[in-house]
């Protein structure tokens, strides 16, 4: 699984224009294609507002490429990827696409930053869909003006990262979604190497995430004080930002 995060150059006067094209057509074309779109919007406390996010999760590279209006190394609409060239999924969103079809002609540049997700501590549910098969689940969300928190983390090991990993998925998450927290997941960024990882964790508002996002409640088990206690003594270097979500696409809880 890789969840790919993608940065919009998109100009304040068209950026509801761009969300529209988005929720109303891309993203539920590529829910056909079996991929989920699980966190768009701004991040918080810096930027311009002109930088547009979106993070959308596939089963794999190949996947990836397969959802791709224009593939890498090739001129826009050259050469598409296999879903658009299917005419048994393609038929299955082409009424959506003249929804998105200016969608590109709003954007300045773009880039991506692809993460290779952990499988077994991930919440996505994707995969490369056959015409026989189903589409993917419309995600979850908290609705507009909630916020995604990503947390870089370094370690001295790779030991140190994969404790880490067990401390949050045994004790830390589960405590977070007891208090109203959603886990999106865990993933590597491809780029960099194994004792580091990134963690997207959603909470219904920027409240919520100050009371126990950060450190643990003063309410917590003493399991659950103990975890975070070590885990903050494993961590190198930890760099947190606040993505503001934008959109009402997904289903609220």
């Known amino acids: 699984m890789i969840l790919v995060q993608r940065h919009f150059q998109v100009d304040k006067a068209h950026r509801g224009a ?35 996010v979106t993070h959308s999760v596939y089963a794999d590279f190949d996947h990836w490429y397969a959802t791709r209006r224009s593939l890498p190394g090739h001129s826009a ?20 696409m003249h929804t998105y079809a200016e969608r590109e002609s709003l954007v300045n540049y773009s880039e991506a930053t692809p993460f290779l997700m952990d499988e077994g501590l991930s919440r ?7 015409a026989s098969g189903p589409a993917s689940e419309l995600p979850p969300t908290f609705g507009r003006g909630s916020i995604v928190e990503q947390a870089d983390f370094t370690y001295e090991t790779n030991a140190t990262a994969e404790t880490s990993k067990d401390l949050l998925a045994n004790y ?15 993933g590597t960024n491809a780029l960099k190497g194994d004792e580091t990882f990134s963690t997207f964790v959603a909470y219904p508002s920027f409240r919520e995430f100050v009371e126990y996002g950060r450190a643990p409640h003063q309410n ?23 993505l503001i979500i934008g959109t009402g696409y997904g289903e609220t809880n």
């Open 77 to 96: 609409g050259s050469k598409v990827g296999s879903f658009y060239e299917d005419p048994e999924i393609s038929g299955k969103f082409k009424h959506l």
């Open 18 to 52: 761009f969300e529209r094209m988005s929720s109303r057509g891309l993203w539920p074309a590529m829910r056909e294609m079996g991929m989920q779109m699980v966190a768009y919007g701004t991040w918080g406390f810096a930027g311009s507002g002109q930088v547009v």
């Open 220 to 242: 917590v088990s003493n399991d659950v004080a103990q975890a975070w206690l070590q885990n903050n003594g494993l961590v190198k270097t930890v760099e947190r930002r606040l």
């Open 172 to 186: 830390i998450w589960p405590d977070l979604e007891s208090k109203g927290a959603r886990v999106i997941g865990l």
């Open 124 to 130: 996505p549910k994707v995969h490369y869909r056959l």
